[in-house]
T-cell receptor
Framework: GAVVSQHPSWVICKSGTSVKIECRSL??????MFWYRQFPKQSLMLMAT?????????EQGVEKDKFLINHASLTLSTLTVTSAHPEDSSFYIC???????????FGPGTRLTVT | AQTVTQSQPEMSVQEAETVTLSCTYD???????LFWYKQPPSRQMILVIR??????QNATENRFSVNFQKAAKSFSLKISDSQLGDAAMYFC??????????????FGKGTKLTVNP
Protein backbone atom coordinates (compact mmCIF):
# COMPACT_ATOMS: atom_id res chain seq x y z
CA GLY A 1 0.00 0.00 0.00
CA ALA A 2 0.83 3.73 0.04
CA VAL A 3 1.73 4.16 -3.61
CA VAL A 4 2.24 7.59 -5.13
CA SER A 5 2.45 8.14 -8.87
CA GLN A 6 3.59 11.10 -10.93
CA HIS A 7 2.78 11.95 -14.50
CA PRO A 8 4.56 12.53 -16.74
CA SER A 9 7.85 10.93 -15.75
CA TRP A 10 9.71 13.07 -18.27
CA VAL A 11 8.65 16.18 -20.16
CA ILE A 12 10.36 18.53 -22.58
CA CYS A 13 8.82 21.91 -23.23
CA LYS A 14 9.77 25.09 -25.02
CA SER A 15 10.75 28.20 -23.18
CA GLY A 16 7.73 30.38 -22.41
CA THR A 17 5.20 27.57 -22.31
CA SER A 18 3.54 26.07 -19.25
CA VAL A 19 3.70 22.48 -18.12
CA LYS A 20 1.58 20.59 -15.59
CA ILE A 21 2.81 17.72 -13.42
CA GLU A 22 0.35 15.46 -11.64
CA CYS A 23 0.85 13.67 -8.34
CA ARG A 24 -1.62 10.98 -7.31
CA SER A 25 -1.97 8.84 -4.21
CA LEU A 26 -3.24 5.56 -5.63
CA UNK A 27 -4.41 3.63 -2.59
CA UNK A 28 -4.86 6.14 0.19
CA UNK A 29 -6.25 9.59 0.85
CA UNK A 30 -3.56 12.22 1.09
CA UNK A 31 -4.56 15.18 3.19
CA UNK A 32 -1.16 16.75 2.69
CA MET A 33 1.11 16.72 -0.34
CA PHE A 34 4.58 18.14 -0.72
CA TRP A 35 6.47 19.29 -3.79
CA TYR A 36 10.24 19.13 -3.96
CA ARG A 37 12.82 20.16 -6.49
CA GLN A 38 16.13 18.36 -6.84
CA PHE A 39 19.12 19.51 -8.84
CA PRO A 40 21.74 16.97 -9.96
CA LYS A 41 23.81 15.59 -7.10
CA GLN A 42 21.96 17.74 -4.58
CA SER A 43 19.42 17.17 -1.87
CA LEU A 44 15.68 17.65 -2.09
CA MET A 45 14.50 21.22 -1.69
CA LEU A 46 10.95 21.67 -0.45
CA MET A 47 9.00 24.05 -2.65
CA ALA A 48 5.58 23.98 -1.08
CA THR A 49 3.14 22.11 1.12
CA UNK A 50 -0.46 21.71 0.06
CA UNK A 51 -3.48 20.59 2.01
CA UNK A 52 -6.61 19.38 0.27
CA UNK A 53 -8.97 22.24 -0.38
CA UNK A 54 -6.57 24.91 0.85
CA UNK A 55 -4.04 27.20 -0.74
CA UNK A 56 -0.52 25.88 -0.82
CA UNK A 57 2.10 27.17 1.57
CA UNK A 58 5.25 28.09 -0.32
CA GLU A 59 8.77 28.05 1.02
CA GLN A 60 10.73 31.24 1.12
CA GLY A 61 12.17 32.12 -2.24
CA VAL A 62 9.74 30.02 -4.27
CA GLU A 63 7.68 32.10 -6.69
CA LYS A 64 4.06 31.19 -6.13
CA ASP A 65 2.97 32.79 -9.40
CA LYS A 66 5.45 30.69 -11.31
CA PHE A 67 4.87 27.38 -9.57
CA LEU A 68 1.12 26.97 -9.24
CA ILE A 69 0.03 24.19 -6.94
CA ASN A 70 -3.49 22.84 -6.74
CA HIS A 71 -4.65 20.12 -4.34
CA ALA A 72 -8.21 19.72 -5.49
CA SER A 73 -8.91 16.27 -4.11
CA LEU A 74 -7.59 13.84 -1.53
CA THR A 75 -5.79 11.88 -4.23
CA LEU A 76 -4.52 14.50 -6.65
CA SER A 77 -2.19 17.48 -6.52
CA THR A 78 -0.82 19.32 -9.52
CA LEU A 79 2.20 21.53 -10.04
CA THR A 80 2.09 23.88 -13.00
CA VAL A 81 5.30 25.57 -14.06
CA THR A 82 4.20 28.71 -15.86
CA SER A 83 6.23 30.51 -18.52
CA ALA A 84 8.98 27.95 -18.14
CA HIS A 85 12.61 28.93 -18.69
CA PRO A 86 15.72 26.75 -19.05
CA GLU A 87 16.66 27.43 -15.43
CA ASP A 88 13.43 25.67 -14.38
CA SER A 89 14.83 22.44 -15.78
CA SER A 90 15.09 20.10 -12.85
CA PHE A 91 13.76 16.93 -11.23
CA TYR A 92 10.47 17.49 -9.41
CA ILE A 93 9.33 15.05 -6.74
CA CYS A 94 6.04 14.94 -4.86
CA UNK A 95 5.20 13.16 -1.66
CA UNK A 96 1.95 12.51 0.14
CA UNK A 97 0.91 11.96 3.73
CA UNK A 98 -2.21 10.61 5.35
CA UNK A 99 -4.04 12.60 7.98
CA UNK A 100 -2.30 12.27 11.33
CA UNK A 101 0.60 10.28 9.90
CA UNK A 102 4.20 11.42 10.09
CA UNK A 103 5.32 9.36 7.14
CA UNK A 104 5.60 10.77 3.61
CA UNK A 105 5.30 8.51 0.59
CA PHE A 106 7.27 9.65 -2.41
CA GLY A 107 6.40 9.63 -6.08
CA PRO A 108 8.96 8.52 -8.68
CA GLY A 109 9.67 12.06 -9.82
CA THR A 110 9.33 14.05 -13.04
CA ARG A 111 12.25 15.24 -15.10
CA LEU A 112 11.51 18.61 -16.69
CA THR A 113 13.68 19.91 -19.50
CA VAL A 114 13.00 23.38 -20.85
CA THR A 115 14.58 24.15 -24.23
CA ALA B 1 15.02 26.17 12.65
CA GLN B 2 16.07 22.58 12.48
CA THR B 3 19.11 21.55 10.48
CA VAL B 4 20.48 18.20 9.40
CA THR B 5 24.15 17.69 8.60
CA GLN B 6 25.71 14.82 6.71
CA SER B 7 29.44 15.37 6.81
CA GLN B 8 30.41 12.59 4.39
CA PRO B 9 29.66 13.54 0.76
CA GLU B 10 30.90 10.15 -0.41
CA MET B 11 31.64 6.79 1.15
CA SER B 12 32.69 3.45 -0.27
CA VAL B 13 32.53 -0.08 1.07
CA GLN B 14 33.52 -3.52 -0.10
CA GLU B 15 30.73 -5.95 -0.81
CA ALA B 16 29.84 -7.96 2.33
CA GLU B 17 31.53 -5.43 4.60
CA THR B 18 29.94 -2.97 7.02
CA VAL B 19 29.70 0.78 6.57
CA THR B 20 28.41 3.57 8.80
CA LEU B 21 26.96 6.82 7.48
CA SER B 22 26.94 9.81 9.79
CA CYS B 23 24.19 12.31 10.48
CA THR B 24 23.87 15.03 13.08
CA TYR B 25 20.98 17.38 13.58
CA ASP B 26 20.11 20.46 15.51
CA UNK B 27 16.77 21.10 17.15
CA UNK B 28 15.26 22.58 20.27
CA UNK B 29 12.29 20.23 20.10
CA UNK B 30 11.99 17.26 22.39
CA UNK B 31 9.78 15.09 20.22
CA UNK B 32 10.60 14.31 16.63
CA UNK B 33 11.22 11.62 14.05
CA LEU B 34 14.40 10.80 12.21
CA PHE B 35 14.62 8.95 8.92
CA TRP B 36 17.14 7.52 6.51
CA TYR B 37 16.08 7.51 2.87
CA LYS B 38 17.82 5.79 -0.01
CA GLN B 39 17.77 7.27 -3.51
CA PRO B 40 19.13 4.84 -6.12
CA PRO B 41 19.93 5.89 -9.69
CA SER B 42 16.21 5.59 -10.53
CA ARG B 43 15.79 8.56 -8.14
CA GLN B 44 12.81 6.96 -6.36
CA MET B 45 13.04 7.86 -2.68
CA ILE B 46 12.89 4.75 -0.51
CA LEU B 47 12.46 4.81 3.26
CA VAL B 48 15.20 2.70 4.81
CA ILE B 49 14.56 3.15 8.50
CA ARG B 50 12.84 5.47 10.97
CA UNK B 51 13.39 6.35 14.61
CA UNK B 52 11.02 8.00 17.04
CA UNK B 53 12.96 10.28 19.38
CA UNK B 54 11.06 9.13 22.45
CA UNK B 55 12.24 5.57 21.92
CA UNK B 56 15.60 4.78 23.47
CA GLN B 57 15.97 1.54 21.56
CA ASN B 58 17.77 1.86 18.26
CA ALA B 59 15.71 0.91 15.23
CA THR B 60 16.75 -2.01 13.05
CA GLU B 61 15.50 -3.25 9.70
CA ASN B 62 17.26 -6.41 8.55
CA ARG B 63 20.81 -5.34 7.55
CA PHE B 64 20.16 -1.70 8.44
CA SER B 65 20.43 -0.32 11.95
CA VAL B 66 20.85 3.07 13.52
CA ASN B 67 22.85 4.45 16.41
CA PHE B 68 20.61 7.14 17.88
CA GLN B 69 22.32 9.35 20.43
CA LYS B 70 19.70 11.90 21.48
CA ALA B 71 21.90 13.95 23.77
CA ALA B 72 24.57 14.22 21.12
CA LYS B 73 21.95 14.76 18.40
CA SER B 74 23.49 12.05 16.31
CA PHE B 75 21.75 9.50 14.10
CA SER B 76 24.10 7.25 12.17
CA LEU B 77 23.13 4.45 9.81
CA LYS B 78 24.96 1.14 9.79
CA ILE B 79 24.68 -1.14 6.78
CA SER B 80 25.87 -4.65 7.43
CA ASP B 81 26.82 -7.22 4.79
CA SER B 82 26.76 -4.54 2.10
CA GLN B 83 25.31 -5.54 -1.25
CA LEU B 84 25.77 -4.06 -4.70
CA GLY B 85 22.14 -2.94 -4.58
CA ASP B 86 22.89 -0.75 -1.59
CA ALA B 87 24.77 1.67 -3.83
CA ALA B 88 22.79 4.91 -3.78
CA MET B 89 22.50 8.37 -2.29
CA TYR B 90 21.46 8.24 1.34
CA PHE B 91 19.63 11.13 2.93
CA CYS B 92 19.09 11.70 6.63
CA UNK B 93 15.88 13.59 7.45
CA UNK B 94 14.16 15.16 10.45
CA UNK B 95 10.48 15.79 11.13
CA UNK B 96 8.86 17.44 14.11
CA UNK B 97 6.46 15.36 16.16
CA UNK B 98 5.10 18.25 18.19
CA UNK B 99 1.40 19.03 18.06
CA UNK B 100 1.08 21.96 15.72
CA UNK B 101 4.66 21.51 14.64
CA UNK B 102 5.82 21.50 11.05
CA UNK B 103 4.98 18.51 8.88
CA UNK B 104 7.99 19.24 6.71
CA UNK B 105 10.92 16.92 6.29
CA UNK B 106 14.30 18.59 6.70
CA PHE B 107 16.91 16.77 4.65
CA GLY B 108 20.67 16.59 4.90
CA LYS B 109 22.77 17.05 1.79
CA GLY B 110 23.21 13.33 1.31
CA THR B 111 26.00 10.76 1.20
CA LYS B 112 26.80 8.90 -1.98
CA LEU B 113 27.56 5.26 -1.17
CA THR B 114 29.57 3.15 -3.57
CA VAL B 115 29.74 -0.61 -3.09
CA ASN B 116 32.79 -2.25 -4.60
CA PRO B 117 32.57 -5.89 -5.73
Amino acid sequence: GAVVSQHPSWVICKSGTSVKIECRSLDFQATTMFWYRQFPKQSLMLMATSNEGSKATYEQGVEKDKFLINHASLTLSTLTVTSAHPEDSSFYICSAARSGSYEQYFGPGTRLTVT
Amino acid sequence: AQTVTQSQPEMSVQEAETVTLSCTYDTSESDYYLFWYKQPPSRQMILVIRQEAYKQQNATENRFSVNFQKAAKSFSLKISDSQLGDAAMYFCAYRSANQGGSEKLVFGKGTKLTVNP
